[in-house]
């Protein structure tokens, strides 16, 4: 039964910072690729941001390429991200994914495990 849980979302105002936090259970952490996810209404599930397991390669989407930063930390088990410059078109419900691997992309496909996301809304 393997589990993922985010937190970290909130209200922020625009260009403000946050940092969400991801934590799994019943696999071993850092053996897996990992990435962030986003939806927002109406639109389709996004990956922003993917690591692989080592932490080696990394996924950025061109919208959050240089505000945003992921951190696989394997000796606290937590997948982070530092959002910074904060747009209220970052407002969505920001999902943790364990992955099958890391290809290049960051596409739902490979996903094994979802968190139940947490929302992160912005303010202008």
């Known amino acids: 039964q393997v589990e993922v849980v985010e937190s970290g979302g909130g209200l922020v105002q625009a260009g403000g910072s946050l940092r969400l936090s991801c934590t799994t259970r019943?696999?071993?952490?850092?053996?897996?690729?990992m990435g962030w996810f986003r939806q927002a209404p109406g639109k389709e599930r996004e990956g922003i941001s993917c690591?692989?397991?080592?932490?080696?390669?990394?996924y950025y989407s061109d919208d959050v390429k240089g505000r945003f930063t992921i951190v696989k930390d394997v000796p606290s088990n937590t997948l982070y991200l530092q959002m910074n410059s904060l747009k209220p078109e970052d407002t969505a419900t920001y999902y943790c994914?364990?992955?099958?691997?890391?290809?290049?992309?960051?596409?739902?496909?490979?996903?094994?495990?979802w968190g139940q996301g947490t929302q992160v809304t912005v303010s202008s």
């Open positions: 994914a364990v992955r099958y691997g890391f290809d290049g992309t960051c596409q739902r496909n490979l996903v094994k495990t």
């Open positions: 019943g696999l071993t952490f850092a053996n897996y690729a």
């Open positions: 690591i692989s397991y080592s932490g080696e390669d990394i």
